[in-house]
């Protein structure tokens, strides 16, 4: 299915009922399937054709959406970009993906042409309301979505017309989302969380939303307040701040919310006990990933298990496999399998690390887990040495490749040291070279202006040698955190 015949629902049959609540202004259905019409035509006019990548290195705005909807509607695959990636993050994308155009909004960190977005936006005014036609089919790429998988080289994740199309329908009915619900929704849209769950739930359902340029906590309960929202979507961070809101704030908030959602990281079960005391709401914890979009959710009706994520969507299988591939008993731990029609196509370009992601059509996660006896499953660590921070995916080893280039470094380990906010955030343990000493201010200055703010790490730590095995290996679980 072509995912602009999913959103007609809205774009068409509720075209003048109201859509989105975007920096105090309210905007209908209609008026955006007019704006993206015509945005459409504006890059049609700039030669983006059917099959085109088009890069999008935009904070959330409205003219976000404006270009997801454009983007779709030529037949031409999206590539979110992460706002807070700095140059080599940022030149890595644009040479793997090729895309036609990037957009942004002012100066980009890569030598790369843009197309700035308020010029298309004028071009875009001038341009007629008429739908451009594409023979997209369900199986074509919609979206790129730039992700380390399992290794640690930054990836494009092929999703299909149809992984965004299985994973909506599944949340709509998994959640009971429907056009009276309302949500906020603070989550950047350059990820899935914000892009698959939230833009999708929102255009399929008909609902209204509510969207901010970014979660601020000392804004959040306003918004809250304010808007009123029955749904609400978010990583476990945010839940952290959310707990910093008075007692009596939480309460009224809670009284007008239905359900809020939470994944992309562990949820603690203590925060989701004192959330739910002081909310007056059992969060639900599901489970998902860029590549398959939503695999496993506690349920809305059934219990919701604190340290669990639930159990599998409709139409996914999931399987447990231990080292030699064979599948544990319930209770045991393994790396879960996962198929079904959410799972993307594979690796943009990348057939060896596609073809490596699965085995006999089951997606192998890199996430391990149990099951217990009701079908309940608990996620239990990474395969890989991945560190999540606030929600925000960082691989160690692009970090550690970075301070390996600094000419006083020797050798160098990031680990993830537990942090009761962000869950996580990483640490750099460094041996210097001979005769040189390593400057912590200095070295946080070099990677601040060369990687995303949220995989800085937050010390710098010089040993004297890492700890290694006798084949050599450093072994960081022996490094302090
Ligand atoms: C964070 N920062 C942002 C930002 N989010 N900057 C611009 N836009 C955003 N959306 C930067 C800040 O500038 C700051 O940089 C630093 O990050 C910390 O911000 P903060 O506001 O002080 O932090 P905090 O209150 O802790 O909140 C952070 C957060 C953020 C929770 C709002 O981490 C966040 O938006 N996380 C969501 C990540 C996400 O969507 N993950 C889904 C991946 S998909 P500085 O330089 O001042 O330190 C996936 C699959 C699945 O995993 O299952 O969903
Ligand atoms: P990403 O590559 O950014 O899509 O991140 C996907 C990873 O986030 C998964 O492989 C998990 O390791 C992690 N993740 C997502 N949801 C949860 C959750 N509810 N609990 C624990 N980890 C999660």
């Not at 990933?289 to 969507?313: D, F, K, Q």
Request: one cysteine or more; charged letters at 20%.
């Amino acid at each position: 299915m072509n995912l602009i015949q999913l959103f007609d629902v809205s774009l068409r049959l509720r075209a003048s009922q109201p859509a989105l609540d975007w920096k105090g202004d309210t905007y209908t259905f209609g008026d955006l399937d007019a704006r993206s019409n015509r945005l459409a035509q504006a890059l049609a006019a700039r030669g983006v054709r059917q099959g085109d990548r088009v890069a999008v290195y935009l904070a959330n705005r409205i003219e976000f959406i404006d270009l997801y909807l454009a983007v779709l509607k030529l037949g031409a695959i999206f590539v979110p970009v992460n706002i807070l990636y700095r140059e080599r993050e940022l030149a890595h994308i644009l040479t793997d993906a090729e895309p036609k155009a990037l957009i942004a909004a002012g100066d980009v960190p890569a030598a790369f042409p843009v197309w700035p977005i308020d010029t298309l936006m004028a071009e875009a005014a001038g341009m007629p309301d008429q739908r451009p036609v594409a023979a997209v089919d369900g199986d074509d790429a919609a979206s790129l979505i730039y992700t380390s998988g399992t290794t640690g080289v930054s990836k494009g994740a092929i999703l299909t017309h149809n992984n965004f199309a299985a994973n909506t329908a599944n949340i709509l009915t998994a959640w009971q989302i429907t056009s009276a619900d309302r949500l906020l929704l603070g989550l950047p849209l350059f990820h899935v969380h914000g892009l698959g769950n939230g833009l999708h739930a929102w255009l399929a359902s008909g609902l209204r939303l509510r969207l901010l340029e970014r979660f601020e906590a000392g804004r959040i309960g306003a918004e809250l307040l304010e808007f009123q929202p029955t749904l609400f979507f978010g990583v476990p961070t945010m839940y952290v701040r959310l707990m910093e809101l008075e007692p009596e704030t939480a309460r009224q908030i809670g009284r007008t919310a239905r359900l809020f959602v939470c994944g992309s990281a562990p949820l603690p079960a203590q925060l989701m006990q004192e959330f739910g005391e002081r909310f007056g709401s059992v969060i639900l914890e599901r489970y998902g990933m860029t590549e398959t979009l939503m695999n496993i959710s506690n349920p809305y009706a059934g219990e919701r298990r604190p340290g669990s994520v639930g159990l599998p969507l409709p139409g996914i299988s999931v399987k447990i496999l231990d080292a030699a591939g064979q599948p544990v008993a319930v209770g045991e731990t393994g790396e879960l399998f996962v198929k079904g029609p959410n799972v993307c196509s594979g690796y943009w370009r990348r057939e060896e690390a596609s073809q490596a992601a699965f085995s006999d059509g089951w997606f192998r996660t890199g996430d391990l887990g149990m099951k217990t006896a009701d079908g309940y499953y608990t996620l239990q660590g990474r395969r890989s040495d991945l560190i999540i921070s606030g929600g925000f995916n960082i691989y160690p080893r692009e970090i550690e490749e970075f301070l390996l280039e600094q000419p006083e470094v020797a050798e160098a380990a990031v680990v993830g040291v537990p942090d009761r906010a962000r869950g996580e955030l990483p640490y750099a343990y460094l041996v210097a070279r001979e005769g040189a000493s390593i400057d912590p201010a200095q070295m946080e200055a070099r990677c601040r202006a060369a990687l995303a703010s949220f995989k800085l790490p937050r010390a710098f730590v010089t040993v004297p040698a890492l700890p290694r095995n006798a084949l050599g290996k450093v072994q960081k679980h022996l490094l302090p955190r």
